[in-house]
């Protein structure tokens, strides 16, 4: 937690109701995203009990397992759920734009759950599904081993920072604003909706409050409450289990779909209310450059998917899990100094620490020519920008830093002293400026000129050297041993 967003839920819990934390929205927003409410069953692992899924608001698709504990039904549910989930996923690949670097789609599938808990459970069931066989004893529909690669996908995408292929509501709205509970009441989708757009005539505590009551609001997923399992839940799925006439199945399913139908509806307004009010935030100027990444991410997985389409290993080698680490690293610099170059709020956390420094320019050598350090007495031109700031500057000299309004010039700090008004910040401007000696009108800051420079650069992490999978270290294991599908894969702890 920094000092502005401490700041922000100490406002939020004085005034009874959400502080933005955001002037800009910092994910991207698909025009048609597929929502997907779970619920599992509880002392199951990861048995799935039902799921409300679909592009439309007015239209959700309700999927139901009468008897979680049956695989045959749980995998009837996961072939129900390829349904309508693949036909989505594969309706983007068809429109495809051609780069210099290879064909792209024009748009990707956007898959949003509640929760974190949500991402869990697609991570699980992606899992659970993606090693099924099609063919011999437990043969599954050839949908079920599709879908589980597919929402494999989408959960490793969901934890690389900035991508917005399958974001969780409660993340997506924290980001923005900032209550006056904690983090950990704000992963209650209900609760933190509660603080961000209160009924009428209610507070943010109050509405909270409410929201915490399973009886007025029942839990976002996948869980359940436990009372709603002992008094409804239970005997709904025993008088499933009683039935011995197949004419009584219809409505003894019926009744577990109203059951279960009370439980996710309110969860899957809560979704779209959020959509609602993030769709309100102009989206950020680096927005369309991340999802242009997402983009490219789906394309390639989905051309894998038609060249080899093997599911992915149970866990990734040595040398994959580093470089995956690494990636995950520079995707993690590079979406802090996006966001904060995006916005000044987010900016003002790196002014507050020192990272960062709003200055007004006091003085500008602007035709300073210093040796180009590479002989022969040739000059280059490195003019010199003067700042007072009354920001706290903890820079070291030498450290590169990029304005937010110049973000394809970068400067380094050659001199920090302190003055009347605060600190004199003297700033090399190091490129930028033009291809000739004198540089071009405008590329240099003018006296005056209010200005935010920050040391958060994009490249911040740099990546290390990896070797090759085969030249992997007897201490990590030595070169793994190439993937081969097996029996193993589709072994399932019930049997």
Request: hydrophobic share 40%.
């Amino acid at each position: 937690m920094t000092a502005i967003s401490s700041y922000a839920r100490a406002l939020a819990a004085a005034s009874g109701t959400a502080v933005p934390t955001a002037t800009v929205r910092h994910v991207h927003l698909a025009a048609r995203p597929l929502i997907l409410v779970p619920l599992a069953m509880a002392g199951e692992a990861n048995a799935p009990l039902a799921a409300m899924v679909g592009t439309e608001r007015e239209r959700p698709e309700l999927l139901v397992v009468p008897q979680p504990r049956n695989r045959d039904l749980r995998f009837a549910f996961a072939a129900r759920l390829a349904e309508i989930f693949l036909p989505y996923v594969l309706g983007f690949a068809a429109d495809i734009e051609e780069l210099t670097n290879g064909p792209r789609t024009v748009d990707a599938p956007q898959l949003i759950v509640p929760n974190q808990a949500g991402v869990a459970f697609v991570r699980l069931f992606g899992r659970s599904t993606r090693f099924r066989t099609t063919t011999g004893d437990y043969a599954v529909e050839p949908s079920v081993p599709l879908l589980g690669r597919w929402l494999t996908f989408f959960a490793e995408r969901a934890e690389v920072p900035g991508s917005s292929l399958m974001p969780a509501a409660t993340e997506m709205l924290s980001l923005h604003w900032a209550t006056g509970q904690s983090a950990l009441e704000d992963a209650n989708l209900a609760a933190l909706m509660g603080w961000i757009d209160p009924p009428a005539g209610a507070d943010g505590p109050a509405a909270a409050r409410l929201a915490e009551d399973p009886r007025h609001c029942p839990p976002a997923g996948p869980t359940t409450d436990p009372g709603f399992d002992n008094e409804v839940l239970a005997p709904a799925i025993a008088a499933y289990d009683a039935v011995t006439d197949p004419s009584q199945l219809p409505d003894a399913v019926k009744r577990l779909e109203e059951a279960l139908h009370s439980q996710l509806q309110p969860t899957w307004d809560l979704v779209w209310r959020a959509l609602d009010r993030l769709r309100v935030l102009p989206g950020g100027a680096s927005v369309p450059g991340r999802w242009e990444v997402d983009r490219s991410r789906y394309t390639g997985f989905h051309t894998y998917m038609i060249e080899e389409g093997l599911p992915q290993a149970r866990r990734d080698g040595a040398v994959a899990a580093a470089r995956r680490l690494n990636r995950m690293e520079r995707a993690q610099a590079s979406y802090d100094a996006e966001r904060a170059f995006d916005d000044p709020l987010v900016m003002a956390d790196h002014r507050v620490t020192g990272e960062a420094f709003l200055g007004s320019v006091v003085a500008v050598d602007r035709d300073r020519r210093v040796p180009n350090g590479r002989g022969k007495g040739r000059l280059v031109t490195r003019p010199l920008v003067t700042l007072r700031t009354e920001d706290p500057v903890r820079l070291a000299l030498g450290m590169k830093v990029v304005a937010t309004r110049r973000r394809r010039q970068e400067c380094v700090v050659t001199a920090l002293e302190p003055c009347d008004a605060g600190i004199l910040v003297t700033l090399e401007a190091q490129n930028g400026m033009g291809r000739s000696a004198a540089p071009a009108p405008g590329s240099v800051p003018e006296v005056g000129e209010s200005l935010c420079y920050s040391s958060v650069l994009a490249d911040g992490v740099r990546s290390a050297t990896m070797p090759e999978a085969e030249d992997t270290p007897w201490t990590h294991g030595g070169p793994p041993q190439p993937y081969e599908p097996s029996e193993q894969d589709t072994a399932e702890a019930w049997e």
